[in-house]
């Protein structure tokens, strides 16, 4: 299992993945929204997704595990 | 002159504000979201009113909030800074319904220019070059192909109601074409929920030159020499200087001319910019008038000796612009940073947080307009600018290097900052040769 934290502080724009997605290297989690940027925060291993602790508008911190994955 | 002002604003403008307020014995106003409640401006001020949660939307957008802390507070008018609420009209149409006095041009002025179809034609009749396009808008991807097939690809979508490099994609043929239509309309309907679409013909290699004006309230206008804004990221401006190495007084005078004839073609008054693509035969195109303060204004007040920010609580308090042309003259060189906080080695990526150390020198000729401060979270809802250096010097090459000098005994820790993509820049052959064209950044890279 591995706990997926976030690489810098901001509200999450949109969700693209949710439990049972099998993901790969390269492909998008979540987008970030940081000082008017759109950031897609992505996956850096294979994995499937067990849980995803946030939603659309949440305030995030860096450090902060935003994705469960097995 | 007032006696009290809010300022409708946050981070280093709001500052620049409320110092300029200081200097003139105006008592001052901030606001702040609940993200800004350690904020800055927020000290520095003589009152301070909480205005809402930290989206902007529901804050420092917040017209009718804004308006109520101003009435509350007795303040008789009320600056808006750059960006946020700067350039809408309607907010200043509401200020004026309610007895305040907006610190920046009337709201028909600013109608005139926000629609950048409406201003090219404006600018057309008062004789202002400007980008061979359609002035009229295209209506659909048919007409758009057409227009392109008649002035000639490489062609420019953008936003009808855009700004600020949104919604504006490059085409260099008709399949590239349909792709931009296509994405430009969704854009700009997302970001300014309008629609609809211009064309302009691509200027290769441009350079971004503008000219800062003042007006007062009576129709005296002047402008106040070029800034040179080229080096750009995201279509976002990084480093700034006055004068242009490429602006040679033949041309400073006939762009001056130009950018003083669009002030009066729509009855502009207080401190304004008129932006111009140069090309590499020096031919200069309107590209929008800003009808507000600038970001990078303090070079042409370090160049030029005349307080921009001043001016503009002046104008608005009724007083008459006193400076004649002939009074603005141009001593040495200045050249402005942008320190962001963002990671230039990653992609100029963002990096809010906690600044754990904050130290920037005094030098000579130095000035760091700042925003922030050593304890200071900066916050991800917002612009990352965390201040600016602005270095003067007699010449362009001493200009330089004191600026180097800042740079590298500043000490910023805790965050990223975009102080190393500056040492790099000043430092390339590119820029001490004056080579800045907007394809800087790109052209830095590919001569590393």
């Known amino acids: 299992m591995a706990e997926v934290a976030c690489p810098m502080a901001g509200v999450v724009a949109e969700v693209k993945v949710q439990p049972g997605d099998t993901v790969e290297p390269g492909q998008d989690l979540l987008i970030l929204e940081s000082m008017k940027m759109m950031i897609p925060f992505q996956s850096e291993t294979n994995g499937v997704v067990r849980e995803v602790k946030v939603n659309v508008g949440d305030f995030v911190n860096e450090g902060d595990v935003v994705i469960v994955l097995e | ?448």
């Open chain 2, 1 to 448: 002159m007032f006696e009290k002002v809010l300022v409708a604003n946050r981070g280093e403008i709001a500052v620049r504000v409320i110092q300029a307020c200081q200097k003139l014995g105006v008592k001052t106003v901030a606001v702040y979201s609940d993200a800004d409640r350690e904020a800055l401006h927020v000290q520095m001020a003589d009152e301070a009113y909480h205005i809402g949660p930290p989206p902007v939307a529901q804050s420092y957008l917040n017209v009718e909030r804004i308006i109520q802390v101003a009435l509350e507070s007795g303040a008789q008018a009320l600056h808006p800074g750059y960006g946020l609420l700067a350039e809408n009209a309607s907010f200043a149409r509401r200020c004026r319904e309610k007895g305040l006095i907006f610190i920046g041009p009337r709201p028909e002025a600013m109608e005139a220019m926000g629609f950048k179809v409406k201003a090219r034609r404006i600018m057309q009749e008062a004789g202002v070059p400007i980008v061979p396009g359609n002035v009229d808008g295209i209506q659909d991807l048919e007409e758009a192909k057409e227009v392109a097939r008649e002035i000639g690809y490489p062609v420019m979508v953008k936003a009808s109601a855009g700004g600020g490099g949104i919604g504006m994609q490059i085409s260099r043929d008709e399949k590239e074409l349909e792709q931009a239509f296509k994405m430009c309309e969704a854009r700009a309907k997302a970001y300014f929920g309008d629609p609809s679409l211009y064309l302009e013909k691509y200027i290769e290699e441009p350079r971004h030159i503008e000219i800062q004006v003042l007006a007062d309230n009576d129709g005296h206008t002047i402008h106040l020499n070029e800034r040179e804004c080229s080096v750009q990221r995201r279509h976002q401006k990084v480093i700034e200087e006055a004068p242009s190495t490429f602006v040679d007084p033949e041309l400073r005078q006939k762009m001056g001319a130009a950018a003083v004839r669009a002030a009066r073609a729509i009855g502009y008054n207080n401190a304004g910019t008129v932006e111009f693509l140069v090309d590499p035969q020096r031919n200069f195109y309107f590209l929008e008038m800003n009808t507000r303060i600038q970001v990078e204004h303090p070079v042409t007040e370090m160049t030029t000796g005349v307080d921009l920010v001043e001016w503009q609580l002046r104008i608005a308090a009724g007083e008459p612009l006193t400076l004649k042309q002939e009074d603005i003259g141009i001593n040495g060189h200045a050249i402005e940073c942008r320190i962001y906080a963002e990671d230039p080695d990653k992609n100029f990526m963002p990096s809010p947080g906690k600044i754990t150390r904050w130290q920037v020198p005094q030098l000579e000729g130095f000035r760091a307009d700042v925003g922030v401060y050593e304890g200071y979270t900066v916050s991800p809802y917002y612009d990352p600018l965390l201040a600016k250096f602005i270095a003067w010097g007699p010449t362009r090459d001493g200009a330089i290097e004191l600026m180097l000098r800042a740079l590298g005994t500043t000490v910023v820790e805790g965050i990223k900052t975009s102080i190393p993509f500056h040492i790099k820049a000043l430092q390339s052959k590119l820029f001490r040769e004056g080579r800045t064209t907007t394809n800087f950044i790109d052209q830095l890279k590919k001569e590393e």
